[in-house]
């Protein structure tokens, strides 16, 4: 079983940074990738980012590219991801999961506000 904690989420203003961080514990010698995820109220989930934990091969959707930065500490068993530029349309629940997802994994996400 693996177990993932986000944090790093807060309010801040348009154009502002952020940098979020999921640290994983348990099984996570099966995980060949990871992604953070977000949910804006009534939303689908989607994803924003994602790594391979060898190589670091990263993904971005469209929304993000130029302004977000996925990355891993696999010394520390966590990823991050540096909000750059930030706009009100980022206001949403982050989550981190594996890449497939799996259902087991998803915590309590960690809320992002952006708004003047």
């Known amino acids: 079983q693996v177990q993932l904690v986000e944090s790093g989420g807060g309010l801040v203003q348009p154009g502002g940074s952020l940098r979020l961080s999921c640290a994983a514990s348990g099984s996570i010698f099966s995980i060949n990738a990871m992604g953070w995820y977000r949910q804006a109220p009534g939303k689908q989930r989607e994803l924003v980012a994602a790594t391979t934990i060898s190589g670091g091969a990263t993904t971005y959707a469209d929304s993000v590219k130029g302004r977000f930065t996925i990355s891993r500490d696999n010394a520390k068993n966590t990823v991050y991801l540096q909000m750059n530029s930030l706009k009100p349309e980022d206001t949403a629940v982050y989550y981190c999961?594996?890449?497939?997802?799996?259902?087991?994994?998803w915590g309590q996400g960690t809320q992002v506000t952006v708004s003047s």
């Open positions: 999961n594996t890449l497939p997802w799996s259902y087991d994994y």
